[in-house]
């Protein structure tokens, strides 16, 4: 379900979903963030057994979705809202889009 909130996106006013439209910065702050954070249960290569969201083909159209699953968890996911900063779970989008497949 859309959550209808828009979120600018101040860095990034184009369509394209690529690497090419985050930061470098962005992205390495995110995998430093994932590493931490989130490899534990996605995997280090955002892959993993045991979790059945594969972030890896997470849709690049739904930002939305991630934000708001991140900051608040999702069925066996714990949320992260209270951990992080809103401008880490950017981070954590722009490696997440950009990052390892
Ligand atoms: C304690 C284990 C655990 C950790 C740590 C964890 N996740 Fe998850 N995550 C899950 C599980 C389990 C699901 C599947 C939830 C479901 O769909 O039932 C999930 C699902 C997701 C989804 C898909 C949500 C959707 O809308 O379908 C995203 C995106 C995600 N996680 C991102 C992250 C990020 C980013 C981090 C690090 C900040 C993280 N997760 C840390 C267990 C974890």
């Not at 995110?30 to 057994?49: D, E, V």
Request: glycine letters at 10%; a neutral charge.
């Amino acid at each position: 379900m859309a959550a209808g909130i828009a979120i600018a996106v101040l860095a990034a006013p184009s369509h394209g979903q690529d690497a090419g439209q985050f930061p470098e910065e962005q992205v390495k702050q995110g995998a430093a963030i994932y590493a931490r954070t989130c490899a534990p249960c996605h995997g280090t290569r955002m892959r993993s057994p045991e979790v059945p969201a594969d972030l890896g083909k997470f849709p690049p159209d739904q930002k939305n979705r991630f934000i708001t699953s991140v900051t608040n968890g999702k069925n066996q996911m714990p949320p992260w809202g209270g951990v992080l900063q809103p401008s880490e779970i950017e981070s954590l989008w722009a490696y997440v889009m950009a990052g390892e497949k």
